[in-house]
């Protein structure tokens, strides 16, 4: 595992109005990185960026959806402009929807998909050029425990974030010789607005109550695995013990799921 110092870093942070992004953000600025953030909630940004400011850190805003060609050129051009490169992208962005599938419409999945996989995709491929340049680069991918196991109720955002696994994984080793690593972190139950903001909500299942973890706890476990060039974790005591249950024993996973199906 490469260290990798932080202060000092040029970084991107997508989907930092709330939640993880927001986490991260702030915790990056707090170990000396300087930040592009980028939301669609231009009021929110713009408190972050106050916030950030305020404790002695450089950040500038690009206010926008992702999935905007125009704004991920907007983002790479600022880190360009402000910073002259980039270290560090954080693909956080993203939206699920709750339902049956068979209940859903092809507009739900490909919202899912444009937002949680192809425009982190998008941004990824626009950014290597600076990636490339950058001092101990590293491409972030925001995923989820769902995207290592699926689960019902979940299907199109479960997809999605098993294409970002997949997508992470291919592109370290890919991009190993130009000295950009990739780190996937996995958060489980997370208190964010995530599941209050769902574009849709048909039907849920009711999944037994665990306790969830603070969007800070996720920022400050990523922060500590970018530092020791970590390739994958699960900032989620309860998230590792669901990802090795699956490993053991996926039949048994599938047995349990069908209770809530």
Known sequence: MVKRRIEGSRAIVTGASSGIGR???VELARAGAKLVVTARREDRLATLAEQ??????????????VTDPVVRQRLVDTARESYGGLDLLVNNAGVGAMGRFKDATADRLRTIMEVNFFAPAELT?????????GTGSMIVNISSILGL??????????AAKFAVQGLSESLR?????????????????TETEFFDKVIEKTASPAWPEHKPVSAEVVAQQTVRAIRRGR??????????VFHWLQRLSPSLVDRLMTRYA
């Open 23 to 25: 986490a991260l953000a």
């Open 52 to 65: 950030i400011r305020a404790e002695g850190g450089a950040v500038a805003t690009v206010v926008g959806d």
């Open 125 to 133: 491929r626009l950014a290597l050029p600076l990636l490339r340049e």
């Open 149 to 158: 196991r699926g689960v019902p109720y979940n299907s199109e955002y479960c």
């Open 173 to 189: 080793t890919e991009l190993i010789r130009d000295g950009i690593d990739v780190l996937v972190v996995s958060p489980g139950t």
């Open 231 to 240: 390739h994958a974790i699960i900032p989620y005591r309860w998230g590792k």
